[in-house]
């Protein structure tokens, strides 16, 4: 009987099954046979399909999850501030009158500058995203979104020659300095923000890990005000195209008032009536002082209800950034009235209202909600 039992519990012993008795059993991976253990690896062994993908290079991911999300967040973020220049340059050519030989020759670089610019920020755009695409690194939603941004940044170049090319036109009409159209600027300077706005969005939300906020009724409130500051101050820094179209900058150089009165005699001048936002210089500048007044009030009022909610500390750090940006900025929006819009001051202007949009794009993504 020994010797019959003996040698079957010797063999059961140095089976798989039974050596998740003993104690050096913590490093294994899974084995061939349907019992589900797992034993040591031996060398050129994979323990999982991913790694087979890295080791063979036949794999549709080459990073991690994660890593790849950061890479791709990282891009955005570089092409966001890209725009961003190319905002700015914007701002100094469309902002000059009354110009002197060396002003000319200055204000046709940065005119040059600003084309060369734009060409950068497709590369910058389609080139990665086509590198990203092919490694795999980009999810189906991500997908979808590039493909956005790329054929947006398309149409912005678009938009650009459609706009110069209004400057160029002979108008037999009119006896005004040569300019391009106002509604053309706005396009042009509406489709860069989006540009803008969605690239900077979508790399925050890859970048930013997202907070577990109780959905509560004032969250809630916080939340939908930060939405309607940020359209107001988009809708504002929008304007400003008009006002820069229109040269409204130098209509009535006061503050508060506009001249001597409240609201000026001159506001509905023009035939029909509505044509007077678009093209009344004086309706111009008093629409752009209206949007601004409500968008630093908003930012005001934000900041209050946020102090009354427990937030965490990067949330607060963004209301606060927030509310120091819109008082900054209305005092460069008083400052380059006042002094009839120096160049200078006047690009400031317009790129602290891309700061200004940045911010409460910022915030708005702190306070995005947690999918279940």
């Not at 391009?180 to 969005?201: F, I, P, T």
């Not at 009354?308 to 120091?324: E, H, K």
Request: charged share 15%.
């Amino acid at each position: 009987m020994q010797r019959l039992l003996f040698p079957r519990l010797k063999a059961l012993m140095g089976s798989p099954c039974l050596r998740l008795l003993g104690p050096r059993a913590a490093p294994r991976t899974q084995c061939g046979c349907s019992c589900g253990v797992r034993r040591p690896l031996r060398p050129g062994q994979y323990s999982t399909i991913s790694e087979v993908a890295l080791q063979s290079g036949r794999g549709t991911v080459s990073l991690p999850s994660k890593s790849a999300e950061r890479v791709v967040g990282r891009w955005l973020l570089v092409c966001s501030g890209t725009v961003a220049g190319a905002v700015i340059l914007g701002g100094v050519t469309s902002l000059n009158h009354d110009m002197t030989l060396t002003e000319f020759k200055f204000i046709w670089y940065m005119e040059y500058s600003h084309r060369m610019w734009g060409r950068l920020v497709g590369l910058a755009y389609i080139l990665p995203a086509a590198y990203f695409w092919r490694k795999g690194w980009l999810s189906r939603g991500m997908k979808g979104r590039v493909l956005a941004l790329c054929g947006l940044v398309c149409f912005q170049g678009l938009l650009g020659w459609y706009m110069v090319k209004s400057g160029l036109e002979e108008k037999p009409d009119s006896y005004d300095i040569p300019r391009v159209s106002q509604y053309r600027l706005a396009a042009h300077l509406g489709s860069a923000l989006v540009l803008y706005c969605a690239s900077l969005w979508t790399s925050l939300s890859l970048l930013l890990p997202r907070h577990k906020l109780p959905e509560t009724r004032q969250l809630l409130w916080l939340r939908r005000c930060a939405h309607g500051t940020a359209g107001l101050v988009f809708l504002t820094a929008l304007s400003g195209a008009f006002v820069a179209g229109l040269d409204a900058g130098l209509v009535y150089n006061s503050f508060p008032k506009m001249g001597e009165s409240w609201i000026p005699e001159d506001l509905f001048t023009f035939s029909p009536i509505l044509r007077n936002v678009f093209e009344n210089p004086t309706m111009v500048q008093f629409d752009h002082r209206i949007l601004g007044i409500a968008s630093v009030t908003a930012v005001t009022v934000l900041y209050f209800l946020s102090r009354r909610i427990p937030l965490p500390r990067r949330t607060r750090m963004a209301a606060v950034t927030l509310l120091a940006l819109a008082y900054t900025q209305v005092g460069l929006g008083i400052s380059t009235l006042l002094m009839y819009v120096p160049t200078p001051l006047a690009a400031t202007h317009q790129s602290g209202s891309l700061a200004l949009l940045s911010v409460a794009l910022w915030l708005m993504n702190e306070l995005r909600r947690v999918p279940k």
